[in-house]
């Protein structure tokens, strides 16, 4: 069954993404969360690669695939959400963003696998365009 106004990234072509396809860098040029994003279009399916700022230093995720991309409307062919996840063994990472106002707001939801008892976690970042 497929949630009307959303879509996996094997149709996100039929979506209208240009607004999301971009790179983006942090509006907070001192985080310790997310530093870099972009987004690229791969054959009609989104991919995301991140860098983090861990300690100061560039800390690349890797490239994912986009795993869904939802309308702002059920009605609407224009793709302004969507939901990745990272997967690193002791920890994985759901992320969901959403353009508005030409800002990427990015939401993840951290969680530890490893046994560690650390505390999972929240955190909330705002983008703006860089060029490529």
Request: charged share 20%; with cysteine; aromatic share 10%.
């Amino acid at each position: 069954m497929e949630v009307v106004g959303t879509q996996g990234t094997e149709r996100a072509q039929e979506f209208e993404t240009s607004s999301m396809v971009r790179s983006w860098a942090n509006t907070n040029p001192s985080t310790q969360g997310i530093a870099r994003v972009k987004i690229r279009s791969v054959e009609g399916e989104l991919r995301i690669s991140i860098e983090g700022a861990a300690q100061g230093a560039a800390c690349h995720w890797g490239e994912v695939a986009i795993e869904a991309v939802y309308a702002e409307n059920a009605a609407s062919r224009r793709g302004m959400a969507f939901v990745a996840r990272y997967h690193f063994g002791f920890l994985e990472t759901l992320l969901e963003g959403n353009v508005n106002a030409g800002l990427l707001v990015l939401a993840a939801f951290h969680t530890f696998l490893d046994g560690s008892r650390r505390s999972n976690y929240f955190s909330r970042e705002f983008f703006h365009e860089v060029a490529s």
